[in-house]
């Protein structure tokens, strides 16, 4: 028996959408038949080759500015006449290498912004379009920083316990007409971690090791011995958006791999 998500027709918004896990949810929506409006900075061979496939449209923005979310919600409401699905993936992560005392208040900002104030408001130039629509979600990605606070990401780690903890809020406020739901993952096989100028990059370079070892030992915490991939992220995402989760409202999901050891 296949499980039907029944997805097609709905309009799904993507923030972050052109590499990573962003990518990934937007590839896993446009396969379950959604219409998908994808923003971020560039579109990209992937992204473009979803374009022309059919079902997705790229819509080229900085979140991280005051008017990039609404103007990325204002393309979905144009094309397509408003919003099913919102998913809230647009984050980024400085590795703060040399202690609280040195992060500058720009630095501050530049992580509260892209993770934090960006999902705000995005959701609230979204939400008038997905109130009359029935089975409207919001799902956001945090991260398991969010309750696993480390110095090294001290300022991400921040913002993304804010983000949870703002979802939470709007899973009362919006009660039964919009579902909000917060994923936190921990290391993910994108570019955040393995990227030129990723986290392991960043982290061996100031501790002259070899970003190999640096992801070897992140993997070695896990349960698993392995990072979580982007796909088995987008997984939950279909899932959550489904009506098959239609009374999972406020809850929040790891996804980790068992790094997190505590209930
Ligand atoms: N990877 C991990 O280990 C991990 C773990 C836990 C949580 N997360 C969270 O998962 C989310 C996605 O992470 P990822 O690993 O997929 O990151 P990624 O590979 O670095 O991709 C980030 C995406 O966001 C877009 N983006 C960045 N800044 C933007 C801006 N100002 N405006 C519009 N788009 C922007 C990028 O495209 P452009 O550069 O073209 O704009 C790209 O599509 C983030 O919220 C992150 O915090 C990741």
């Known amino acids: 028996m296949t499980l039907d998500l029944a997805l097609e027709g709905r309009v799904a918004v993507v923030t972050g959408a052109s590499k990573g896990i962003g990518l990934a949810i937007t590839r896993a929506l446009a396969a379950q038949g959604a219409s998908v409006v994808a923003g971020a900075r560039h579109s990209g061979d992937d992204l ?3 374009r022309d496939e059919g079902r997705v449209h790229p819509v080229a923005v900085d979140l991280s500015t005051p008017d990039g979310p609404s103007e990325l919600i204002a393309a979905a409401t ?3 006449g408003g919003v099913d699905i919102l998913v809230n993936n647009v984050g980024g992560v400085r590795p703060r290498l040399s202690g609280f005392a040195a992060i500058t208040d720009d630095e501050w900002a530049w992580a509260l912004n892209i993770n ?4 705000v408001r995005t959701m609230r130039a979204a939400i008038p379009a997905m109130a009359e629509r029935t089975g ?3 799902t956001t990605i945090s991260s398991v920083n969010a309750f696993l606070p480390d110095p090294g990401v001290i300022d991400y780690g921040a913002a993304k316990g804010a983000l949870t903890n703002l979802c939470k809020s709007l899973s009362k406020e919006l009660g039964p007409s919009i579902r909000v739901n917060t994923i936190s993952p921990g290391p993910v096989q994108t570019d955040l971690w393995l990227g030129d100028a990723g986290v392991a990059a960043t982290v061996g370079t100031a501790n002259g090791i070899d970003p190999g070892e640096v992801v070897r030992q992140q ?3 896990a349960a698993t011995g392995r990072f979580t991939r982007a796909e088995e992220i987008a997984d939950l995402v279909i899932f959550l958006a489904s009506d098959r989760a239609g009374n999972i409202t406020g809850s929040d999901f790891v996804i980790d ?3 997190v050891t505590t209930l």
């Open 116 to 119: 934090f104030l960006a999902a």
């Open 78 to 80: 144009e094309l397509h």
């Open 136 to 138: 409207a979600s919001i």
């Open 48 to 50: 473009d080759a979803l």
């Open 257 to 259: 791999g068992g790094l």
């Open 219 to 221: 993997q070695a915490a």
